[in-house]
């Protein structure tokens, strides 16, 4: 049986990918107008802050001891969320995106995805200390 990592190493990959994701978006709007087919710099600039920002609550999360394990669901959620507005925005707009940008918004949201799949499998080896300040 192969050994789920643990929920704060999952974090910190999720941190790592939208870090990467979030500065690309910030530093380089045009790259990925060109990427995507769709021109919305100021927009892709706005998601690149808004990740680099979630990239840095993952991270102080990841390093909480212990993990709130309400906070690791929402993130959990969230990671969920994406995935779905991900499937929602290509089965409405996909003529509005190139071929390639599809691909890469499928990419993106299957990283997402198993992100969100790693720290919820990673959740239950998480102590609940039962006290009323525990947020989950």
């Given amino acids: 049986m192969k050994k789920t990592p643990s929920l704060s190493n999952a974090l910190r990959l999720n941190a790592g990918f939208s870090s990467i994701c979030g500065l690309t978006g910030l ?3 045009g790259f990925i ?8 710099d100021g927009f892709y600039q706005l998601i690149g802050s808004g990740l680099l920002m979630f990239a840095l609550l993952l991270l102080l999360l990841a390093n ?3 993990i709130p394990r309400l ?4 993130v959990s959620l969230g990671d969920i969320l994406w995935v779905i507005a991900t499937a929602i ?5 996909s ?5 390639q940008g599809q691909v890469i918004l499928i990419a993106v ?8 799949l790693l720290q919820l499998r990673a959740l239950p080896a998480i102590q ?3 006290s009323r300040h525990d947020l989950g």
């Fill in 89 to 93: 925005i290509l089965a409405l707009g």
């Fill in 27 to 29: 530093i380089s709007p």
């Fill in 128 to 130: 609940s200390s039962g």
């Fill in 64 to 66: 909480k001891a212990p």
């Fill in 109 to 116: 949201a299957l990283c997402v995805g198993f992100f969100a």
């Fill in 95 to 99: 003529t509005f995106f190139s071929l």
């Fill in 71 to 74: 906070l690791a669901k929402l």
């Fill in 33 to 40: 107008s060109q990427l995507l087919g769709l021109e919305l």
